[in-house]
């Protein structure tokens, strides 16, 4: 049941016409929105989203090989070239038998 408020409209119409007011209300301001706080993550969720990464390289068709190197982990990733902070995509597919060359 909708409550009148006495005045002619009725609760609905009080909340509703509220918030038009509120929203017009607000102002703009020159300044440029702020940036949300980037939220660190965890060494367990990094290696998460490495494995995924790595999981998708695979489904692309790089052949993604590893090997332990005292603390480290040390990735090959045939097909892919780093250059200039940039990765370079080799223009040969290369296969698992290609790898083993």
């Known amino acids: 049941m909708v409550e009148d ?3 002619g409209e009725n609760e609905n119409e009080k909340v509703r016409s509220n918030m038009v007011a509120n929203s017009s209300n607000s102002q703009k ?3 440029p929105p702020t940036k949300k706080t980037k939220k660190s993550i965890t060494r367990e969720e990094a290696a998460e989203l490495l494995a995924s990464a790595i999981a998708y390289c695979n489904q692309a068709g ?3 090989t590893g090997h332990n ?3 480290s982990l040390r ?3 045939h097909g892919l070239n780093y250059s200039d902070d940039n990765f370079v995509v080799t223009s040969e597919e290369v296969t698992t038998k290609d790898k083993e060359k």
């Open 69 to 71: 190197y005292g603390l």
């Open 62 to 64: 790089f052949v993604v």
């Open 29 to 31: 301001s020159d300044k």
């Open 5 to 7: 408020t006495g005045n």
């Open 75 to 77: 990735l090959q990733i």
